[in-house]
């Protein structure tokens, strides 16, 4: 006998129950007709995507909860959409070899896989034995940090981290005021919306406990996660002591530090750490913290709207994430020294030299580089000569260059700062 459960059979699924003289033969289909053309198309990342599959057919799609994962998904054209939090969903991977056989040629999604008993099984199963079948397995953390994943499958996936909004999307989802960005974020849900959906952020911090750190990870004490979480968020882009937070979130130090790794695998707070070669006059052991979305930073700050000194910590969390997004890369770092001069980013490239980013909301008229800017560059060149010196604003509309005491520095725009990272 046969049972469709969609409207539209695509993909055909045998498969044996237990219990039942006929083969029940379960039909999963596409996307219904017209479903992916409604939603909002994101050629980069839909690119990321078709590039990771012509390397490996397991693809890794990870990033916070409702950051836009399912949606990004769906709008692909001929894919198998498996949403493995409903029970019926689950069942059809009691054999997982069954299961692979069926979907021969076909490219699917097995969203929320980490609600699988056995998640790893079906993908190691799909990189070795199944290299026609293209899957997009997705979760809110990295892999390794979801104890259901035996294996992490080195060797066998490429992971995709899809970060908040990029600056280059925000026209696909109907605003192009930074203003905008800064204050409702980069989840798509909320960006789209025309005031600060202030329920919806608390919605997704009660969401992030039940469904993330409580299926994920053992820990207990919600209050003493949720504050230290918002007092992080709260001081976003400051040095971190762990002893601080002790007091107010009623725990040890070492519970602190296992929260902060915890914040740190779900992508809800990133660790930037001082970049130092132990020279003496270096900071070397103070990391700085960054929340993941400008929306919630502003919501835990308590911001219904900016003023003109809070947009330059707003930019530079923007300027994070399009590193984060673009590259998709988390190993960059800061440097200070004991002088107080700091660089908010450096990136050391493949050939040792060490690129210096500062971020910079706005450029004075005429270009001109703030004297506190040179001096910060030219400290940090007097240890590391080798690299490109970057200052990222949001005012201009073409790079130029800029001589500081002999030293060249460029400003651009952010997407020239991405292009020209590319390519070292």
Request: proline letters at 4%; charged letters at 25%; one cysteine or more.
């Amino acid at each position: 006998m046969a049972l469709s459960i969609f409207q539209t059979p695509n993909v055909r699924l045998p498969l044996t129950l237990d219990g039942l003289n006929d083969k029940l033969t379960l039909y999963l289909v596409q996307l219904q007709p017209g479903k992916a053309s409604m939603l909002v198309q994101r050629p980069f990342w839909q690119q990321m995507i078709e590039n990771a599959w012509q390397k490996r057919n397991i693809i890794w799609l990870m990033g916070v909860r409702r950051i836009g994962k399912t949606s990004l998904c769906q709008s692909l054209p001929n894919i198998a959409y498996f949403d493995c939090e409903r029970p019926r969903t689950r069942q059809l991977f009691y054999d997982p070899e069954d299961f692979l056989e069926g979907q021969r040629g076909n490219h699917i999604v097995l969203d929320e896989i980490h609600r699988l008993e056995n998640p790893s099984e079906i993908l190691k199963l799909a990189a070795d034995h199944y290299p026609d079948v293209k899957i997009i397995a997705t979760g809110s953390s990295t892999l390794g940090a979801t104890a259901k994943f035996k294996d992490t499958l080195t060797g066998r996936k490429t992971e995709i981290w899809l970060t908040p909004l990029l600056l280059h999307e925000m026209n696909l989802f109907g605003h192009e005021n930074i203003r905008h960005r800064f204050l409702l974020g980069g989840f798509p849900s909320f960006f789209t919306k025309k005031q600060i959906p202030e329920k919806e952020f608390q919605e997704w911090i009660d969401a992030y406990w039940a469904k993330d750190i409580q299926d994920i990870f053992s820990i207990s004490k919600r209050y003493s996660f949720q504050k230290f979480a918002e007092l992080l968020l709260a001081n976003s882009g400051g040095i971190f002591e762990a002893t601080k937070f002790t007091g107010p979130c009623e725990v040890t130090r070492p519970t602190i530090v296992n929260y902060l790794a915890v914040l740190e695998e779900t992508f809800v707070i990133h660790v930037i750490r001082p970049y130092s070669t132990h020279k003496p006059t270096e900071i070397v052991m103070a990391p700085k913290v960054y929340g993941f979305d400008t929306g919630f930073i502003c919501h835990a700050k308590g911001w219904g709207e900016l003023r003109q000194e809070d947009t330059g910590l707003m930019w530079e969390h923007c300027i994070l994430n399009e590193i984060h997004g673009n590259l998709q890369m988390r190993s960059l770092n800061y440097w200070r020294d004991k002088r107080g001069h700091e660089i908010d980013f450096v990136l050391r490239l493949k050939n040792n030299a060490i690129n210096a980013i500062e971020c910079k909301f706005s450029i004075a008229s005429g270009g001109t580089i703030a004297s506190e800017v040179g001096k910060n560059f030219q400290a940090f060149r007097r240890l590391y000569p080798e690299g490109e010196n970057f200052v990222v604003a949001h005012n201009i509309d073409a790079s130029f260059k800029r001589k500081y005491n002999g030293l060249t520095i460029s400003v651009v725009s952010a997407q020239e700062l991405i292009n020209k990272l590319k390519f070292d």
